[in-house]
């Protein structure tokens, strides 16, 4: 049974930092495809930042920002985010690609505000 779950959103002042965790089981992360992707009300689940055969893809806004990555066990996938702005401020979901199906966490809200 494929399980995931986003950990770390929360609170920050614009120019800040979160790390978001996302704890994920019955999928191999080894070779699986992952993801993070945010949505904010009214709009389009986004793209935020993708992982699949060691490449990473981000969206442009978050290019130089946020950080894909997973832990050296292969349980957890991770999302750096650095010098955050008050438009990063989402719903943001970790996703991972299993047999052709997505599977998705329940999403973690990350708020810049000052």
């Known amino acids: 049974q494929v399980y995931l779950k986003e950990s770390g959103g929360g609170l920050v002042q614009p120019g800040g930092s979160l790390r978001l965790s996302c704890a994920v089981s019955g999928v191999n992360l080894k070779i699986a495809s992952v993801g993070w992707y945010r949505q904010v009300p009214g709009k389009e689940r986004e793209m935020v930042a993708s992982?699949?055969?060691?490449?990473?893809e981000y969206v442009d806004s978050v290019k130089g920002r946020f950080t894909i990555s997973i832990n050296n066990v292969y349980t957890t996938v991770f999302l750096q985010m650095n010098s955050l702005k008050s438009e990063d401020t989402a719903v943001y979901y970790c996703?991972?690609?299993?047999?052709?199906?997505?599977?998705w966490g329940q999403g973690t809200q990350v708020t810049v505000s000052s």
């Open positions: 996703t991972a690609l299993r047999q052709g199906r997505n599977y």
């Open positions: 992982l699949a055969g060691g490449a990473t």
